[in-house]
């Protein structure tokens, strides 16, 4: 986000929970609650952090690769021989990841390159008060699932109990079965069903449970990690790239339902940068959808005020934060130029080097209903339309008769409307 975005939001933001409080008292607790969600997912957007125990070679490095969809770690090598835990940030021009590497932990403690007076478990302590990860990751290969893995069970375990004294809360623990591509028959594509025996595909499928709920045993027979919340996921993380960064072969399988699962563990801070990453659009337009309902939700509580709106300005300007957050999403910049684009698209033309303000007033003409003043329904309406064009627009893509959708999503937001709100009466709007 460049610097002017970010005071355009942080301004509108604060403007916005000002005039909420005009708001009647028992209105105004629900309708903050949203905007504090707004504040949240918009304003303390981070990347999402996760913490990656496994084995050289179980796929730590596919994995980051998988999640972004393109190389961005250098898959094969480890490099780092120093056996200190780090935090690492993973970027493409989609977002970034941050990445604490814990090999050091399971590795032993005589690193090839000792000069340092930190043994792995103080770097590990050290990064781990520094920064939570949000979600403990634990990677091993299909093959190794009934080797001997106490020792990375204990590394799991012992970095989920020091989080906890840490940070007062346990993380969210996903064991990742890698490699199930080589499971047999090893010629079944996982990933092109279609073109597979579906009685071989079946065993196949069959044998990734049977990893996946070996794993899940074993996490749960750790006494550290029984009361831990945990999933387990069998996936296929090979990608390759040619010298030119190309990808020539994609055989990831599963990874979609991990990263619809990891979404649901990461705080609201760490939603929108996962969800703009994971290139997964149906993930997209959840977050859409709940940017879309708050916005709604604070814009009606506005109109619902009962001193008199001079304009409809702030509820308008907080419908092209609302154009300009889905534009995001969908892998746009954060700035004006994606809601100018989401104008002209909906029949509204307006200049280059335009303000917000101008943005806000051009919207006037493209939501239905709207006018100098609106009711508290019209507004949630109006908003819902907003945000419902916008996720057509920016997330599937869909870039014609954007007008028809307007009225028709106007309608449907008419409906959704919460009553309680709705029913507010305000004398001086329509
Ligand atoms: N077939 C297959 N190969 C994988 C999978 N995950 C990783 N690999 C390969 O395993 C090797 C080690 O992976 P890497 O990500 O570097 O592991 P790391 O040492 O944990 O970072 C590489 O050659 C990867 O291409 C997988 O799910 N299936
Ligand atoms: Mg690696």
Redesign the pocket.
């Known amino acids: 986000m460049s610097d002017s975005s970010r005071t355009t939001l942080v301004d509108t933001l604060k403007r916005l929970d000002q005039h909420l409080d005009k708001l009647p008292g028992s209105l105004t607790g629900r309708v903050r609650k949203h905007l504090t969600e707004l504040r949240t997912l918009l304003l303390e957007k981070r990347p999402a952090r996760l913490a990656l125990v496994?084995?050289?070679?179980?796929?730590?490095?596919?994995?980051i690769?998988a999640l972004f969809g393109e190389e961005v770690?250098?898959?094969?090598?480890?490099t780092s021989q120093t056996g200190a835990a780090q935090w690492y940030t993973y970027e493409s021009d989609l977002g970034a990841l941050e990445i604490l590497d814990t090999r050091g932990l399971q590795e032993g403690s005589n690193p090839a390159e000792d000069d340092t007076a930190d043994s792995p478990e103080a770097s590990i302590q050290a990064a781990l008060s520094d920064t939570a990860p949000d979600v403990l990751l634990f990677?091993i290969k299909a093959q190794e699932v009934d080797a001997a893995i106490n020792g990375d069970l204990e590394a799991l375990s012992s970095i989920a109990t020091r989080v906890k004294q840490m940070h007062g809360h346990r993380p969210p623990i996903v064991g990742v079965v890698?490699?199930?591509?080589?499971l047999e028959p090893q010629y079944v594509r996982l990933h092109q069903p279609e073109d597979e025996d579906s009685a071989e595909l079946q065993e196949k499928q069959e044998r990734v449970e049977a990893v996946q709920s070996h794993l899940t045993n074993k996490i749960d027979s750790y006494p550290a990690l029984a009361d831990a919340v945990v999933r387990t996921f069998g996936?296929?993380?090979?990608q390759?790239w040619d010298a030119q960064g190309r990808r020539r072969a994609d055989?990831r399988w599963q990874v979609e339902a991990l990263v619809e699962y990891l979404l649901t563990q990461l705080p609201d801070e760490a939603q929108v940068e996962f969800a703009r990453l994971s290139r997964m659009q149906a993930l997209q337009k959840l977050i859409a959808n709940r940017l879309t309902q708050s916005t709604a939700m604070v814009c009606a509580g506005i109109a619902a005020t009962p001193t008199p709106l001079a304009d409809i300005a702030p509820i308008t300007t907080a419908q092209v934060l609302l154009v300009m957050a889905i534009g995001y999403l969908g892998g746009r910049r954060m700035d004006l130029e994606a809601a100018r684009e989401f104008l002209a698209a909906a029949g509204v033309n307006v200049g280059a080097g335009f303000v917000l303000r101008e943005a806000a007033r051009a919207l006037v003409q493209v939501v239905p209903g709207f006018g100098q003043a609106v009711s508290a329904s019209v507004a949630y309406a109006g908003t819902y339309a907003v945000g419902t064009a916008a996720t057509s627009y920016f997330l599937r893509g869909q870039t014609d008769d954007l007008e028809a959708q307007f009225q028709e999503a106007f309608e449907e937001g008419r409906k959704a409307a919460p009553d309680d709100l709705t029913a507010h009466p305000n004398p001086e709007s329509a």
């Open positions: 496994g084995r050289r070679g179980s796929g730590k490095s596919s994995l690769n770690a250098a898959v094969g090598h480890e990677l890698t490699h199930c591509d080589l996936v296929a993380l090979y390759s055989a």
